[in-house]
């Protein structure tokens, strides 16, 4: 009875547990026929690993504001490039060229951020079959 006792306590345990998302690679989400340009302006910058994600909102070609999630490498590889995190203040002009997400949604896999002042880096994920871009000069 113990022994259950215990099992039972564990399986709840690990129930709280926040399960880990998964990670997928480049063509299981994006499209690599379906690039895309996005010129907005930044909302939110999460800085988090696996993938740093940007959200800025974008104006359509009817006009109206959609808030596009981009998806960027994890910070540590982002660093090495020289970006940093306060190189993204709320608020800040920038274009974002990447691909599409198959899923339809304002998702897109960044590949370079360029900022207003023309510095441009490459934003994407390595190792994951995403497309390896040398940023413009």
């Known amino acids: 009875m113990r022994i259950v006792s215990v099992l039972v306590t564990l399986s709840g345990l690990l129930l709280l547990v926040p399960q880990a998302s998964a990670h997928h690679s480049f063509a299981a989400e994006f499209d690599i026929e379906k690039p ?31 808030n596009w999630a981009v998806e960027m490498g994890n910070p540590t590889a982002l660093l090495r490039r020289g970006l940093r995190k306060s190189d993204f203040p709320p608020g800040i002009d920038f274009v974002v ?41």
């Open 36 to 66: 895309i340009t996005l010129t907005g302006t930044l909302t939110e910058l999460e800085w988090v690993n696996p993938h740093g994600w940007i959200h800025m909102d974008v104006e359509g070609e009817d006009g109206r504001i959609v």
């Open 97 to 137: 060229e990447g691909y599409l997400a198959k899923d339809g949604t304002p998702t897109a896999n960044g590949i370079t951020v360029t900022f207003p002042d023309g510095r441009n880096f490459f934003a994407g994920s390595s190792g994951t079959g995403a497309p390896v871009a040398t940023p413009r000069q």
